[in-house]
């Protein structure tokens, strides 16, 4: 397929054409996929970011402008979520949910004043959570702990997508500010 092919197959789409986009996705679906598992080596969770890429893909597709190739673009989309699961999972890592939903931190030592310390910083983790207004604490958990995306968090709370990510910001950053001043 070339260029002008992928060109002629984007207007399809744009114009309705939910065909052209499933030509798209049968086309680049295995390349993204490796390029996807060269980041992240678990089969089952590259899998996931692939699906993600062309959803993604899917939902953008009628902004793109063509000043690259379709296969350029879709690249760039899977970097990106690659990297971004890299981030979460990181973050996890020092992270976990206990049952009840509090933020946990794993405990891989048995030392029991460690165990204790990060029980405290767990809870002082929930206690800043619980401080954050409703808004800002509805934006927090939707993005940190439920990994959605703004757009779909827009569209559960009825609001801007800029309106959300200054949320989140003012969330982290109180957040933050509790656990320095421990009150």
């Known amino acids: 397929m070339n260029q002008a092919d992928e060109l002629k197959l984007i207007e399809d789409f744009k114009k309705g054409n939910e065909q052209a986009f499933n030509q798209l996705v049968l086309r680049y679906q295995e390349k993204i996929y490796w390029i996807v598992r060269r980041m992240i080596p678990d089969h089952d969770e590259a899998d996931d970011v692939t699906q993600n890429v062309f959803i993604k893909a899917y939902h953008s597709l009628k902004s793109f402008k063509g000043d690259s190739s379709f296969y350029t673009w879709i690249y760039r989309i899977a970097i990106n979520l690659s990297l971004n699961e890299i981030r979460r999972k990181k973050i996890r890592r020092a992270f976990s949910i206990e049952d009840e939903g509090t933020p946990q931190l794993h405990a891989d030592d048995e030392n029991p004043l460690e165990r204790l310390e990060k029980k405290e910083l767990n809870a002082l983790i929930q206690e800043a959570i619980n401080q954050l207004p409703e808004k800002q604490k509805k934006v927090f958990v939707l993005r940190y702990f439920e990994e959605l995306p703004y757009e779909e968090i827009s569209k559960i ?10 949320n989140y910001f003012h969330a982290v950053k109180k957040i933050g500010e509790y656990l320095k001043h421990g009150t």
């Open 157 to 166: 709370l009825h609001t801007s997508v800029g309106g959300l990510k200054a």
